[in-house]
């Protein structure tokens, strides 16, 4: 199975590719807001409008509207396909605009024929793009099999990730297949493996930090609009994407690394939103301990358990790995030597001494056997009912694809009320 996956690389655009992709972006979004609009007004009628008809509508709008007609024509259909995306899947309601303010520019080109790379030297290459010509990219790894390439603005800078056919199969059976490891994320430490082996890394350094508090405090006391206020702003961004980045490399290499050393890999299902949610409450149950709380998610979100997860996972499909998450309940006061549960056992945040057999261990390396032991009953379990027949865990949660009831698709209601697929330029763009 030929396996999909990204290259990310930094590009070096000229002033004019800059300012043409800048407008390549407001335009998309324009067409983003308004397509949006007009699937809720069918919606709020109970008719329903396809990808394909606002395709040919914006199609029909580039006549009277050159600036619909600047920017290459595969991104702009793309934004459609998109938004039709989306709305099918979250609901049409449940899609957000995409403001001018706080969405970065970003659009996509499909046809890998248009797309052609290449390199300069061991450092820099060069991608030809529809309507931009050549453009420098920073140089990293070779590509081949490229699918489609997308261009985003992020902390100022702006990034190309093309998306290429891995010839590397994944195998049948893993290189270690009697290895397993079940992995304990925390706060103190990113992750602890069952095997005792500690992943941590700070991201940034104290004088970062400081200087984001800084940026932070002046931003906050500048009032909107004003040059200074952007300025900190940009240097803020720029500060927050090397923290970033520091982030996914590290979560990435420690993913990597566990996925080729074990074919099992356990992870607790934590539900990450929800323990990073405020506790601000509201005016009439205002929270508790709101500082605290805060401090906590901010540390969490610090660390990027997600990140390590879904890192480990696209490892996984290289290497033939199997990712498994469980119940956290209990995996860090439960003895893993004779599985008496108390909370008592856990001493301190480091130490761990049952109460029951006087076993003694790291709590995070205890609690990262019990997730091991809980992931090995769980795989045992599942391949157990396969057999039986009972389960078919490769369909479970899968929603069915929404589609338009007759009475949709032929409502009688006043369609001809309804604008058409056309861009405003005085409200969209800016």
């Not at 007609?69 to 099918?88: F, G, I, N, R």
């Not at 390439?149 to 190309?160: L, Q, V």
């Not at 074919?263 to 509201?282: D, W």
Request: proline fraction near 5%.
């Amino acid at each position: 199975m030929t396996v999909l996956s990204g290259r990310r690389y930094r590009v070096d655009f000229t002033s004019d590719q800059a300012t043409f992709a800048e407008n390549i972006g407001t335009t998309c979004r324009s067409v983003w807001n308004t397509a949006l609009e007009q699937r809720r007004l069918y919606g709020a009628r109970g008719s329903w409008i396809s990808y394909r008809e606002q395709a040919r509508q914006l199609a029909d709008a580039k006549a009277s509207f050159p600036w619909l007609a600047q920017p290459p024509s595969h991104t702009l259909q793309q934004t459609l396909m998109d938004l039709d995306k989306a709305c099918t899947t979250h609901g049409t309601w449940n899609v957000r605009w995409r403001s001018a303010r706080s969405w970065s520019p970003s659009f996509r080109f499909p046809d890998p024929a248009q797309i052609t790379v290449q390199p300069l030297n061991h450092n820099n290459a060069q991608v030809k793009l529809p309507k931009f010509g050549w453009v420098r990219i920073r140089w990293s790894r070779p590509l081949g099999g490229i699918r489609s390439a997308t261009i985003r603005r992020e902390s100022g800078r702006w990034w190309i990730s093309i998306l290429v056919a891995d010839p590397d199969e994944t195998p049948e059976i893993h290189a270690h297949p009697q290895r397993a490891v079940g992995v304990d994320r925390g706060v103190k430490t990113l992750a602890v493996t069952s095997c005792g082996e500690f992943y941590d890394q700070s991201y940034a350094s104290p004088r970062e930090i400081e200087h984001c508090k800084d940026l932070q405090r002046r931003v906050a006391g500048t009032e909107k609009g004003l040059n200074r206020r952007k300025a900190a702003v940009a240097r803020l961004n720029r500060t927050l994407g090397r923290v970033r980045r520091r982030r996914q490399d590290f979560t990435t290499k420690v993913g990597r690394t566990m996925a080729r050393g074990n074919s099992l890999v356990v992870f607790e299902a934590l539900r990450i939103k929800n323990m990073t949610a405020s506790a601000a409450g509201t005016p009439d149950q205002p929270g508790r301990r709101v500082r605290q709380k805060s401090g906590l998610n901010r540390a969490i979100l610090d660390k990027g358990w997600h990140r390590l997860e879904a890192a480990c996972r696209s490892a996984a499909r290289r290497t033939g790995s199997r990712v498994v998450t469980i119940n956290p309940a209990y995996t860090s006061i439960t003895c893993s030597s004779c599985r008496h549960v108390d909370r008592r056992s856990r001493e301190s945040q480091a130490d761990f001494r049952c109460t029951a057999c006087g076993y003694r261990c790291h709590a995070d390396v205890n609690a990262a056997v019990n997730i091991l032991t809980a992931g090995r009953a769980e795989l045992g379990h599942e391949t157990r009912e396969r057999e039986l027949g009972r389960a078919n865990p490769d369909n479970r949660g899968r929603k069915a694809q929404r589609q338009p009831t007759a009475a949709q698709r032929f409502s009688p209601i006043g369609l001809v009320e309804i604008p058409r697929c056309i861009p405003r330029e005085d409200v969209n763009r800016g």
